[in-house]
């Protein structure tokens, strides 16, 4: 039976949000495409028709979990409070990608890390538009250093067994950004 070109690409988006969430729940390697496609409610045999491969499956995935392009709506600082959110932290299969698949994507071919490299630049570039400060280096370099210590803090908070100390790295990394964003910027040469 033959599918319909709109429920090919329906079986694809499906195929990649639960591609998504299994990766970040469980890792890469962890996941095989038959957990995928069982997760997607199709057949394994089907799989072939959408990817070449897992890595294909890995950096679509990579894709289309960081494929925001436009500058958040809020804040850094509101964006800060909604990533180091207890809630967050706990959500490994609907998180971020980057704090659940960092560490793995050094072991992925190419296309994986050209894909999380690609969503690295936009991320750094849509941050840099809410970011604080005057001059555009400035605010560059508060985004760059806002979402290195988020995903940070997100990683550390997420390996604790200590439910107290991973409470603290959230709220004080919070603390620790809200206190950079009062600090006043120092004048800022355009770009270097």
């Known amino acids: ?20 969430r ?9 996941v095989t495409v038959t957990d995928v496609m069982k997760a ?3 057949t394994h045999g089907g799989f072939y028709g959408y990817f070449k491969n897992k890595d294909d499956l890995i950096a679509r995935t990579l894709a289309e979990l960081q494929g925001e392009t436009e500058p958040p709506s809020v804040d850094l600082a509101t964006l800060a409070e909604q990533y180091l959110s207890p809630e967050h932290r706990d959500n490994f299969a609907c998180g971020c990608p980057v704090a659940a698949l960092a560490s793995e994507i050094i072991r992925q071919p190419g296309g994986a890390r050209a894909e999380m490299t690609a969503g690295l630049k936009r991320q750094i570039e849509r941050l840099s538009q809410v970011a604080p400060g005057s ?7 508060a985004a ?6 988020m995903v940070g803090a997100l990683i550390l908070a997420r390996m604790s067994d200590d439910s107290e100390l991973s409470n603290e790295v959230l709220t004080e990394t919070r603390a620790w950004l809200d206190a950079q964003d009062q600090r006043e910027p120092k004048p800022d040469n355009g770009g270097s």
């Open 1 to 20: 039976m033959r599918v319909s070109r709109q429920q090919v690409l329906e079986n694809k988006r499906t195929i990649l949000e639960a591609a998504g």
């Open 135 to 141: 001059g555009q280096a400035y605010r560059r370099r």
């Open 144 to 149: 760059i250093g806002s979402w290195a210590a």
């Open 40 to 42: 997607a409610g199709l």
């Open 22 to 30: 299994l990766f970040r729940e469980r890792g890469f390697d962890a």
